[in-house]
């Protein structure tokens, strides 16, 4: 559909702030016209996400089950063979999802592991999947590699606001982050970037990380917006619950400042019921990740999510070039298997 609004990359904090504080009928209705404006309400992009390469990770990221810096029990594992992630893409395929996600718990990927993640763009693509990738900092030559191979977006977040960074993540700097992100785009891959709400962060940090997102000079094509997932054993396990009509505001100011891009509502969903995710895609959420796990911890299955989706009237988004199986069979065939597999359990 095409884009109407224009985008703007000059927003300042007091125009977010007046966003935020809007009465929230009026900020529901301003968010959905810009949506709807620019893409069919109905429609959500559903991305699976795999872990290649869990636990152990250098950085200090202090929400993260996956860092080397907290006991969280997490088995670490090595880089997963290429084979291996093949088969978990086909299965996400027939699941329905569009967009395959790998993951690696690395401050950056190593020279020798490169080969070994290049032949996974190659094959993920070849499937007929759009290809992701977050592997910690890229620099330019990465980056380069990356692209040849054909991987279509990378995921990099800048998590919060420049200011509240450093309570966050002292072993890489905001800096740095931007930094990657140039590289990205500069290699002609497309930009995935967003942040975690619920960290012990004030509103102010949330009007922050926006204006970085919206104020790039070409906006990230995918914002996710994760909710912390409170992992036992991370310094963040115990922090305040996030106000959820918070979180629902900041994807409405998303979707209004960054009126083209995919606002992806993503880690957190398990604690969210199907009100608050109706909620959601209605302020301009319209991408999710699909699939019971995320990279480490849980997500909701996929028939409650078909579910949701049948209940809701939203259809996942499909790709143009999708050609063999519609992907309305693939969901019927998906929904068919898991309750096959209810029912075997339940007899
Ligand atoms: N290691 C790479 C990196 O950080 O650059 C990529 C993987 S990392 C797990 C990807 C993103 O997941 C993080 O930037 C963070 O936004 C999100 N994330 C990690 N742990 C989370 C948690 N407990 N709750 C919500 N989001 C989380
Ligand atoms: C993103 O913003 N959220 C995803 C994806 N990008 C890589 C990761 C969420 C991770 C949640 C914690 C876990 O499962 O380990
Ligand atoms: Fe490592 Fe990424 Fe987790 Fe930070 S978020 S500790 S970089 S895996």
Redesign the pocket.
């Known amino acids: 559909m095409q884009q109407l609004g224009a985008i703007r990359h000059d927003w300042t904090e007091a125009e977010v702030k007046a966003l935020f504080e809007l009465p929230f009928n009026d900020l529901m209705f301003k968010a959905h016209t810009v949506h709807r404006e620019n893409f069919d309400p109905n429609e959500v992009q559903v991305s699976t996400l795999l872990s290649i390469k869990t636990g152990a990770?250098?950085?200090?990221?202090k929400?993260?089950p996956?860092?080397g810096h907290y006991n969280t029990g997490l088995e670490k594992e090595r880089l997963m063979q290429v084979e291996k992630v093949i088969e978990k893409a086909k299965k996400a395929k027939e699941t329905g999802s569009t967009r395959f996600c790998m993951?690696a718990?690395?401050?950056h990927p190593a020279d020798k592991d490169m080969p070994y993640v290049v032949e996974m763009v190659k094959q993920v693509k070849a499937l007929g999947l759009e290809t992701c990738m977050t592997l910690?900092m890229l620099d330019e030559n990465k980056a380069g590699q990356l692209a040849e191979a054909g991987l279509d977006y990378y995921n990099h977040n800048l998590d919060t606001s420049p200011e509240f960074y450093d309570k966050i993540?002292t072993t890489?700097t905001y800096q740095d982050r931007l930094d990657t992100l140039q590289n990205v785009r500069d290699s002609g891959m497309k930009i995935c970037s967003g942040g975690i709400l619920g960290m012990g962060e004030t509103a102010t940090d949330r009007y922050g990380l926006l204006m970085q997102l919206a104020n790039m000079p070409v906006q990230p094509e995918s914002v996710p917006i994760n909710m912390l997932v409170k992992v036992e054993g991370t310094p963040l396990e115990n922090v305040d619950d996030l106000d959820h009509l918070d979180f629902i505001r900041t994807i409405a100011v998303a979707r209004i400042m960054m009126p083209a891009s995919h606002v992806r509502l993503s880690a957190g969903r398990e604690k969210m019921s199907d009100e608050m995710q109706a909620m959601t895609f209605f302020s301009g959420a319209n991408s999710i990740f699909y699939g019971e796990c995320l990279l480490t911890t849980p997500n909701p299955e996929t028939h409650r999510d078909v579910q949701l989706f049948r209940k809701l009237g939203i259809n996942m988004e499909q790709r143009i070039s999708e050609s063999d199986e519609t992907q309305e069979a693939a969901l019927m065939n998906s929904l068919q298997k898991q309750q096959d597999s209810d029912h075997f359990y339940e007899a």
């Not at 990770?57 to 990221?61: A, S, V």
Request: with cysteine.
């Open positions: 990770c250098p950085e200090d990221c929400y993260c996956q860092s993951g718990a690395w401050k910690g993540i890489r």
